[in-house]
């Protein structure tokens, strides 16, 4: 169970947007389009912004969305707001198991 | 409210025991899928454990198997894990999580995890 790659970090300015990467393999992120995505705030719990690869929850701002191109997924946000400041962690299903990257620190300049 | 959450953490010596508990409410937990996802300090989110709505099923993160057993008592909208032979690098933030996922038959695939609770710690070390 190897975890997904992703950048440490990312940044951009306000009303910028950016896009974050998520490296797996063909047994995970290459083999299903179960990719979700999460926002996580220092502190605070995991939330849900993306799955199903560009599916949004109700109530997530549509300045979120989701792609998906071979073992590669990736986020981005556009229109960037201070409250975007925060960990992105993507995750793929991995058969009956969860596979997540090791998180993204993205910085509002 | 939706929610979820979690107690039982501690400190506890390497080689100890801890059981950490999560209690649902407001929605029908005995319908879902649960799993305890953990987070090191500093470091990115790590699948642990689920269980199946009714118990029947189990799967383990390879660095937990023999060590961790999860269960849940769906009587009390509760899930479970119980922590042996702990070792520091199993210190973490342990998330109790909703799991969301795609039934084929006989074999079920993750999709992902839409509630959370808000984490309790354990700290290993002597």
């Known amino acids: 169970q190897s975890a997904l790659t992703q950048p440490a970090s990312v940044s951009g300015s306000p009303g910028q947007s950016i896009t974050i990467s998520c490296t797996g393999t063909s047994s995970d992120i290459g083999s299903y389009n179960l990719v979700s995505w999460y926002q996580q705030r220092p502190g605070k719990a995991p939330r849900l912004i993306i799955y199903?690869?560009?599916s949004r929850p109700s109530g997530v701002s549509n300045r979120f969305s989701g792609s998906k191109s071979g073992n590669t997924a990736s986020l981005t946000i556009s229109g960037l707001q201070a409250e975007d400041e925060a960990d992105y962690s993507c995750c793929s299903c991995a058969g009956n198991t969860a596979s997540f990257g090791g998180g993204t620190k993205l910085t509002v300049l | 409210e939706v929610q979820l959450m979690e107690s039982g953490g501690s400190l506890v010596q390497p080689g100890g025991s801890l059981r950490l508990s999560c209690v649902g409410s407001?929605?029908?937990?005995?319908?879902?899928?649960m799993s305890w996802v953990r987070q090191a300090p500093g470091k990115g989110l790590e699948w642990v454990a689920n269980m199946k709505y009714d118990g029947s099923e189990n799967n383990y993160v390879d660095s937990v198997k023999g060590r961790f057993l999860v269960s849940r008592d769906n009587a009390k909208n509760s899930l479970y894990l119980q922590m042996n032979s702990l070792r520091a690098e199993d210190t973490a933030v342990y998330y109790c999580?909703?799991?969301?996922?795609?039934?084929?038959?006989?074999?079920?695939?993750?999709?992902?995890?839409?509630?959370w609770g808000q984490g309790t710690l354990v700290s290993v070390s002597s």
């Open positions: 999580a909703r799991d969301r996922g795609d039934d084929y038959g006989d074999y079920r695939l993750f999709n992902y995890f839409d509630l």
């Open positions: 199903d690869v560009n």
């Open positions: 407001g929605f029908s937990f005995s319908d879902y899928w």
